[in-house]
């Protein structure tokens, strides 16, 4: 089975910090990708990666950034976070000619 | 651009009976398209992919039908249990770019 794994479940972040959310895939998988999900506007893509050390502008890539230095990670950085980016974070990969994604458990975090 | 529509309002089906949700797209029909299952707090779980080419796909207890002509794809569930009360995500893959419903919460009542 596919395991997409993130490095917090909940986090808590005051405004102007820097913020890094971390995703580990296991599968191998060429695309990663960032979404965060809001109640009424669904899953929005950030950023997303087809390889190591590349990566396009999703959606609503604006405040954010990313780093993909090995194949199986893929992190989101909030470069200062602010209270409009309170949200659930959901990384997802992607492999085969399905498109299938697998999306790791999420993490919410709050910024005051 | 593509939208995806599924219905925003709550569905709330008796234990034991079938429940219908629908996902309309418009403009190009996509190569394939999924089927989503949400619980709340957590990441999405693949359920089902039916082809362009595939009238209706069935694993267990659930059956996703296909209709380019309608644009639209259907998701039943059958004998329907409390258990399956979640938020479904239709999502629809178009050049090799999926796209994401907002969902449809399943109530199902015992």
């Known amino acids: 089975d596919v395991k997409v794994t993130q490095s917090s479940r909940y986090l808590v972040k005051r405004t102007g910090e820097k913020v890094f959310l971390e995703c580990v895939q296991d599968?191998?998988?060429?695309?990663m990708f960032w979404y965060r999900q809001d109640p009424g506007l669904g899953l929005r893509l950030i950023y997303f990666?087809?390889?190591?050390?590349?990566?396009e502008k999703g959606d609503i890539p604006e405040g954010y950034s990313v780093s993909r230095e090995k194949k199986e990670r893929f992190s989101l950085i909030l470069e200062s976070a602010s209270t409009n980016q309170t949200s659930m974070y959901l990384c997802?990969?992607?492999?085969?000619?399905?498109?299938?994604?697998?999306f790791g458990p999420g993490t919410r975090l709050t910024v005051l | 651009s593509q939208k995806i529509e599924q219905n925003s309002e709550a569905l709330n089906i008796q234990e034991g009976k079938t429940a219908t949700l629908t996902c309309n797209y418009t403009?190009?029909?996509?190569?394939?398209l999924q089927w989503y299952r949400q619980d709340p707090g957590r990441g999405p779980v693949f359920l089902l992919l039916i082809r362009e080419n595939e009238k209706e796909k069935r694993k267990e207890r659930l059956k996703v039908t296909f209709d380019t002509t309608l644009k639209q794809s259907l998701f039943h569930i059958t004998a329907s249990q409390p258990a399956d009360s979640a938020t479904y995500l239709c999502a629809p893959v178009f050049l090799g770019k999926i796209i994401f419903g907002k969902g449809t919460r399943l109530h199902i009542l015992p």
């Open positions: 599968m191998d998988h060429e695309n």
């Open positions: 990666s087809y390889d190591v050390k590349m990566k």
């Open positions: 403009n190009y029909s996509p190569a394939y």
């Open positions: 997802a990969s992607w492999g085969g000619s399905r498109g299938t994604q697998y």
